[in-house]
């Protein structure tokens, strides 16, 4: 087996997470990766609010974007900075139309390839679509051109879960002046589900390395103001909403984890923090 050692210890997290999740693949993954013990060491951190906090969050935000990405369809799918995500490859498992083509940089991008090859090895599995995993800079306007230049013709849907967060207001202007680019002449949407806003006390949401990671990253400067604000920033540069994900809360796996009293703890602080993320469907105008 291969030493996956060299993950970074942010995308570890997360797939540690996602691991006790019932998103496709994820348990898989958090095996190959952590090893088969993985999954019975929930408890040991049945008593961290921040553990289950993380395991609701990012079940729901994924759920969020797969929920538009299957209302609005679409054959011609990129996923930018997609991290240690799957969405890709179960999505070509049973859709002979689909071109998928999953982006990250250069060191996340060759790691991926390695577990994606493992998984079709070890569960035999027979993609009857297409997939792509290549690196790309989202930032670089070429390069972005090259890889949709390698889907076949027809409307693009680019997606992305976690990525505006670490980019200033500058880099997202650049980001979003790229992908109007590509939809005005392609069209299709753009789903995102990083649609963050600040919020006085969220930062209980993150504690430990989690808090220092986010620190570094300047992730709480970088989110929107309001989800008003982040409506005028898209119209700016030339977007329109044309769909927001729906609540998702029926569909989380994670919560049958949760004891009673924390659960009941955690929708406490989500009433009284209010509403700090959301998924939209984008359409360029």
Not at 169 to 192: F, M, N, P, Q, Y
Request: aromatic letters at 10%; a negative charge; one cysteine or more.
């Amino acid at each position: 087996m291969k030493d996956y050692s060299s993950i970074s210890p942010s995308a570890k997290g997360l797939l540690y997470l996602k691991g006790f999740t019932d998103i496709p693949f994820m348990a898989d993954v958090a095996k190959i990766v952590w090893g088969n013990a993985v999954l019975s060491s929930l408890k040991g951190s049945s008593k961290d609010p921040n553990f289950f906090r993380g395991m609701i969050h990012f079940e729901a935000r994924y759920k969020s974007v797969d929920n538009l990405l299957n209302s609005l369809g679409g054959e011609n799918i990129i996923e930018i900075s997609s991290g240690f995500s799957f969405r890709g490859l179960n999505m070509v498992l049973v859709n002979p139309d689909v071109t998928y083509i999953d982006t990250d940089l250069p060191n996340v991008i060759d790691t991926k390839n390695d577990i994606v090859n493992e998984l079709i090895s070890r569960q035999s599995i027979d993609p009857q679509g297409e997939l792509l995993i290549v690196p790309l800079n989202v930032l670089d306007e070429t390069a972005f051109a090259n890889i949709v230049s390698k889907l076949p013709d027809g409307p693009v849907t680019i997606v992305n879960e976690g990525l505006l967060v670490y980019l200033n207001d500058e880099e997202k202007a650049t980001l979003c002046r790229i992908i109007h680019s590509i939809l005005v002449k392609r069209g299709g949407h753009w789903i995102t589900g990083d649609i963050y806003i600040k919020k006085d006390g969220t930062s209980l949401l993150a504690d430990g390395p989690a808090k220092e990671f986010l620190k570094a990253h300047n992730v709480e400067e970088n989110k929107f103001d309001s989800f008003e604000q982040a409506e005028a920033f898209f119209n700016k540069c030339g977007f329109t909403i044309h769909k927001k994900a729906d609540s998702v809360a029926q569909q989380l796996s994670t919560l049958k984890y949760l004891p009673p009293q924390a659960l009941e703890k955690l929708m406490g602080e989500s009433t009284r923090f209010g509403k700090v993320r959301e998924t939209w469907a984008l359409k360029a105008f």
